[in-house]
């Protein structure tokens, strides 16, 4: 899964299969703004969690 863009804000996932865990970089107009990170099982994220972690972040922070 690729960069997602909403309102100006980026969200780039990125994964580790060995570790199981992944994080998603958030950049505001081309600034790194924080890190959100998560686990996951099997041999990748599904997008599906992908979108919701981006959806719950944009709703938390108004965007």
């Known amino acids: 899964m690729g960069a997602i863009d ?3 804000y980026r969200f780039e996932p990125e994964y580790s299969v060995i570790n199981q865990d992944g994080a998603i970089h958030v950049y505001q ?5 924080e890190e959100i990170t998560f686990h ?5 994220p599904e997008p599906s969690l992908i ?3 981006v959806e ?4 938390k922070h108004n965007i």
């Open 56 to 59: 719950n972040y944009c709703q």
């Open 6 to 8: 909403r309102n100006g």
């Open 40 to 44: 996951f099982s099997g041999k990748y």
């Open 29 to 33: 107009d081309g600034e790194f703004v």
């Open 51 to 53: 979108e919701e972690i």
